[in-house]
């Protein structure tokens, strides 16, 4: 008992903090405590895409420090090919594309060169960075509008789980879905047996003939087309446009997410609405009007929350074996 | 030919890389000559112009030295640009807020203070890595976010200058870093900490035990050293030299701390360390380089009616291939190959 | 009438190479079914260069691989597993976090609705481990299992795709001589079924009890094949290394002095922080060898790091002359007099990137003559591994070279000369000849009975019985985490050892 207590004590901690920071800002107003958490699922969202495609590329033994650079790119590239041909979903495939071509050079870079995963990652950040800015127009807009939201009939009625959950758009049902794809891709099948096996001990893998290269080639293309969605998510979904630099650090956060969330997609989960809601609150405290003079410091406070997280848990849980490593057979 | 085998894959890459982006420039409308002509106009043509090439190279060699020290160490640093921005405004702060000091002292002061603020922030990322295991990728990033913050608070409250801009005062004349004629007295600074960090790696017994972790961390814990007190000195010396370049930046160029102070520095200094190899008088070059298609960049746009963000792209692909082992193992032998993989994955600590 | 069946497998003119070495160089090999073949050499001879090509690991330059008589490519370990081929490695290709039925299955998963059927992998290896007498839980974890298990799992992944030709790579290695008995009881009931094994090792011992075919690699060439009734251990022994070797060091008997180091109750924990020493009680004397015998895995590794404090001494005490050293850092006692040479000696033992000379000085790098007031001084760190160099034979002597550079056995050396030059009081040897070959093996024993001699407490710790043995003066038996026996070297009973080192107990 006691031992199952300090096993989980930092999630019990944080529950506790979370249940009572909702007490407390939404002074037990139910439209209040609705519109924070709705909130914290939106903020989460790109959050969750991010950390899949990093636990997809690591679970496979590859550090991915671009997922930065995959999301801009993707926002980018997704809001261009929306704005210019009107169409939604054809701009959500774009940012994929996007996402998987970057994932294709990492693995690239990573996997057939042996270079330094790290490097190679900053490498797609910094690319994605100058082409964003390069190629970006002033003043363009998408004619159809953001993606629609979607209510799910009777769940959408239930009392702040249904506005909360039931009534939001496309993407964010898709990566609510996701979560679910990837731990059972991840944990139940013949493709998630061998993704972790590469990402323990890549030599054990190759000697039963599962090729490595091949595993880490279509796991980090596959994480490039979740990341990908988390592009097209900030620019189609969330703000209805591109602006430079609009990631703004979230592909990093999203790789404490998925430290926090011990590389595995259901602790994912919970760990991006933690940042999610420490992002909601933030903006609550902004209405109220706290902190109004000195907005640099609730500015702050995913980052710091980011780096406590990351100094409380980094070496508590184990990460992949392999990671970073590059592998060559001879 | 010995003499070209450690520069010649920083030149293939910088020409690779000048190749396509030249492509870049052709596929989007524009000439191509016409655009590196400029830039060329922009940053050597003059006496002028290469004086505001050296002034662009300094921050970028002291940002490179900053990457290349904790590289040695087998750290990544990419909080440069915190670092460099607390070192700006904390010089600035002592810059303005001290009257009539001699310049003998001011102007060293203000250096030293805005140094080892940058220190102190470069640390906090060792500490937290040495004591805690947080992996110095991810915390010296959120450390920039939060510098950034931080720096833009003191410029609008505590340190504010009058008038509406979040922005320090102009520092006094007794802390200004002065030129030398064309040549801005911070770019010999910054060449001398080039030559201090060789001395400091090559020749001393810290410098020994730096590369020693770097090189591989477990051998040096059994040799006796004490690998989580290099990791905090490491991190605080490249803090320092990120500093000491915004503190630079500050009292040599801009006069005062304000917004938008010397953005995407952090990258910048990736790309000119691996182009140095990570030595730290090959920093030296690689940052003149740089600095000449920043100074280059606004003629760009000017003569050539190019967008200066190609230079971040040509930056990117010059990282790229200086980066890609392929383009290193066409001229060297595998044992030097091995030296290439210079991070370790999130485990290590 | 018939032409004899072509042999299960022929590797005929085969040639590899790494960078400047020559790793295999025309090698003709054939293994018949229904036998036990021994492929014998030392260690670099290109034993386990020809298995890798065989198992499709790496590619030969030139040169071909048959299976019963038709030639097949090699281009993976795929390939080789489609041809029937099966390899026991000698470093486990294993997953840790994973349970034995998913390592046994890896690769070649039973399905249910693209679901991994675990039950029905488990019921699987139940089976194989019945019929081929290989018991094991197929639900733990492979890395909680002892080593001697992990080997298991690696035989019955083997078994599990029906081989034809079993290929393991020094697989006593790891076992005690009962376990390696067992092993090779196994292996020759593998071969009456008409199973092709192939057995690389470089014992003697085992080569004679087990054998039908015997061929001798050396320096990447096939130098001579035999069959044990027309042979013997001293003439496979000089095919082997080229010359003629003492199969058994000579050396004048201990005069041990006063005790040195001294070990009491001490516990410590392992990476996991699960208690891996549960209360050593252990000294050495001056002018003594204590060899700590024990199956890999029950704290040896961790008693040695915790006599040099790279580990934290949960409670107890090491006394070095009577002063406590347990929570002292790893300078700190190597300055006290404790010199290590470790197992690993890749990982801890030398940085590969710095030259010999910086790395004959690698914990004494800041002391004077070799630095002053933290500026290093080049000639004196040069002088010292000239000296060296020269005392400890290394080679090539180039002393600016980068120690990546250099054989297993010359890094060894490196290693030795550094640790021994210290003059310290005790020596702690951790596998000190692990990989390196017979020449260099003679060396390093000589000088550790040389500084014995002179009075030095050396504790050996080997996963190699026979070099327990042969070097100790007394024996000191691990299991568990606890010393379960010591005793004189003198008349030791070789199979008590080995049931102490199994079980903890000699019955």
């Not at chain 2, 291939?321 to 991070?343: H, N």
């Amino acid at each position: 008992m006691s031992d199952l207590f300090i096993r989980t004590r930092w999630w019990v901690l944080t529950i506790l903090v979370f249940v009572l920071i909702t007490m407390f800002t939404a002074e037990f107003q139910q439209a209040q405590t609705t519109a924070v958490l709705a909130s914290a699922l939106r903020q989460s969202t790109p959050l969750i895409f991010g950390a899949l495609c990093g636990v997809m590329c690591e679970r496979s033994g590859v550090v991915n420090i671009g997922i930065e650079g995959q999301m801009l790119l993707s926002a980018f590239v997704g809001f261009m090919v929306a704005s210019s041909t009107g169409s939604l979903v054809a701009g959500v495939l774009a940012g994929m594309a996007t996402g998987a071509l970057m994932g294709a050079g990492l693995a690239g870079l990573s996997v057939t060169l042996l270079g330094d995963q790290i490097i190679a990652g900053t490498v797609l950040n910094i690319a994605a960075f100058g082409i964003s800015s390069y190629f970006f127009q002033q003043g363009r807009t998408l004619p159809s509008g953001k993606t629609p939201q979607v209510s799910l009939g009777p769940l959408a009625d239930l009392p702040v789980v249904g506005r909360v959950f039931f009534i939001n758009r496309p993407l964010t049902y898709i990566s609510l879905i996701l979560i679910w794809v990837v731990w059972f891709i991840l944990f139940r099948t013949r493709w998630g047996l061998w993704t972790r096996s590469v990402g323990e001990v890549p030599s054990a893998a190759e000697t039963v003939g599962i090729s490595v290269a091949r595993v880490r080639y279509t796991n980090l293309i596959a994480g490039g087309c979740l990341a990908g969605l988390g592009g097209a998510y900030l620019s189609l979904e969330a703000v209805g446009s591109f602006e430079r630099m609009m990631t703004n650090g979230r592909g990093f956060v999203a790789l404490a997410v998925m430290i926090f969330g011990r590389w595995n997609p259901i602790g994912i989960w919970g760990a991006a609405l933690l940042f999610g809601y420490a992002s909601a609150v933030q903006t609550q405290l902004q209405f109220r009007g706290w902190l109004a003079d000195d907005p640099q410091f609730i500015g702050m406070i995913p980052y710091v929350v980011c780096i406590v997280v990351l100094a409380g848990f980094v070496g508590r849980a184990r990460p992949p074996a392999a990671i970073g490593q590059p592998y060559s057979r001879e | 030919m010995r003499w070209l085998k450690p520069v010649a894959v920083p030149l293939i890459a910088v020409g690779l890389a000048l190749g396509i982006g030249a492509i870049i420039l052709a596929l989007s409308g524009a000439n191509p000559i016409e655009a590196y002509s400029a830039l060329i106009d922009g940053s050597l043509s003059s006496q002028k112009t290469i004086g505001r090439t050296l002034e662009k190279a300094t921050p970028l060699i002291m940002g490179g030295l900053a990457v290349a020290f904790a590289f040695r160490a087998g750290l990544f640093n990419i909080g440069g640009q915190g670092q460099l921005v607390i070192g700006g405004i904390f010089a600035a702060a002592v810059g303005f807020g001290f009257e009539g000091l001699p310049w003998i002292i001011h102007a060293p002061l203000a250096l030293a203070v805005g140094a080892l603020a940058g220190a102190a922030w470069g640390s906090i990322a060792g500490v937290l890595k040495a004591t805690r295991g947080a992996h110095e990728v991810i915390t010296t990033i959120m450390l920039n976010f939060v510098a950034l913050n931080l720096t833009d608070w003191l410029a609008s409250n505590p340190w504010k200058d009058e008038g509406i801009l979040s922005r320090t005062p102009a520092v006094e004349e007794s802390a200004v870093i002065p030129q030398w004629g064309a040549l801005p007295t911070g770019f010999l600074v910054a060449v001398a900490a080039s030559i201090g960090c060789w001395y400091l790696l090559e020749r001393t017994t810290l410098g020994f035990e730096i590369r020693s972790v770097g090189l591989n961390g477990d051998a040096a814990r059994y040799a006796g050293i004490s690998v989580k007190r290099i990791v905090v000195a490491t991190m605080a010396i490249s803090g320092f030299l990120a500093g000491a370049g915004g503190a630079i930046e500050t009292q040599g160029v801009i006069g005062r701390y304000e917004p938008g102070f010397n953005a995407g520095l952090g990258f910048n200094g990736i790309t000119i360390a691996l182009l140095a190899r990570n030595n730290p008088i090959g920093v030296i070059p690689a940052a003149l380089l740089i600095g000449a298609m920043e100074a280059g960049g606004s003629m760009m746009q000017f003569n050539a009616d190019v967008s200066p963000e190609i230079t971040d792209i040509i930056e990117a692909l010059m990282l790229l291939f200086v980066a890609t082992p392929i383009v290193v193992r066409w001229f060297f032998s595998r044992q030097d190959v091995a030296e290439v993989s210079i991070t370790s994955g999130w485990g290590s600590s | 009438m018939s032409v004899a069946a072509p042999p299960a497998l022929e590797v005929l003119g085969v040639t590899k190479r790494f960078g400047d070495v020559l790793a295999n160089e025309d090698v003709d090999f054939r293994v018949e079914r229904g036998r036990v073949h021994a492929l014998l050499g030392e260690n670099g001879a290109g034993k386990s260069t020809l298995v890798n090509i065989i198992f499709g690991l790496y590619r030969a330059d030139s040169g071909e691989v048959r299976r019963n008589g038709e030639v097949v490519h090699l281009n993976g370990p795929r390939d080789a597993i489609d041809s029937r081929i099966g390899m026991v490695h000698q470093h486990f290709q294993l997953v840790p976090v994973l349970t034995v039925a998913e390592n046994v299955v890896l690769g070649n998963e039973p399905t249910r609705r693209g679901v991994v059927d675990l039950d029905e992998a488990a019921s699987v290896v139940r089976a194989l481990a019945e019929r081929f007498g290989l018991e094991i839980d197929p639900w733990a974890r492979v890395e909680d299992l002892p080593i001697g298990l992990q080997q298991r799992v690696e035989i019955l992944r083997a078994l599990f795709r029906e081989v034809d030709i079993l290929i393991l790579d020094e697989p006593t290695a790891v076992l005690t001589p009962q376990e390696t008995t067992h092993l090779l009881g196994v292996l020759r009931g593998l071969a009456d079924t008409g199973v092709a094994v192939v057995f690389i090792t470089h014992k003697l011992r085992e080569v004679m009890a087990v054998a039908d075919d015997i061929t001798v690699m050396r320096r990447g060439k096939v130098v001579g094949s035999a069959v044990p009734a027309e042979t013997d251990e001293a003439s496979l022994a000089s095919m082997m290394v080229g010359r003629s070797v003492e199969l058994s060091l000579e050396r004048t008997p201990a005069s041990p002095g006063d005790k040195v180091l001294t070990i009491v109750d001490l516990v410590v924990n392992d990476d996991r922080r699960s208690q891996s020493l549960n209360g050593i009680n252990l000294d050495v004397r001056a002018g003594e060898v204590v060899g700590v015998a024990g199956v890999e895995g029950n704290g040896q590794r961790e008693l040695v790091e915790a006599i040099t404090g790279l580990r934290g001494v949960v409670s107890g005490s090491i006394t070095l002359e009577g002063v406590e050293i347990a929570g002292m850092s790893p300078r700190q006692i190597s300055t006290m007099g404790v010199s290590h040479i470790p197992e690993d000696r890749e990982k801890f033992g030398l940085i590969g990137a710095h030259t010999v000379a910086d790395n004959m000085v690698l914990n004494r790098y800041h002391q004077p003559p070799y630095s002053r007031h933290g500026i290093r001084s080049p000639g004196a760190v040069e002088d010292n591994a000239e000296r060296l160099v020269a005392e400890f034979d290394v080679r090539p002597s180039n002393i600016g070279a980068m120690v990546a550079t250099l054989s297993g056995g010359n890094k060894q050396k490196v290693v030795a000369a550094r640790e021994f030059s210290h003059e310290a009081k005790v020596m702690v040897a951790a596998q000190p000849t692990r990989g390196i070959d017979i020449g260099n093996i003679e060396f390093i024993h000589r000088r550790l009975i040389e500084y014995r001699d002179a009075g030095m407490a050396i504790l050996l710790v080997s996963a190699e019985l026979d070099e327990v043995l042969g070097l100790a003066d007394r024996v000191a038996v691990i299991y568990g985490g606890q010393i379960v026996a010591i005793e004189s070297a003198d008349g030791i009973d070789r199979d008590r050892v080995g049931r102490l080192m199994l079980s903890g107990t000699d019955n």
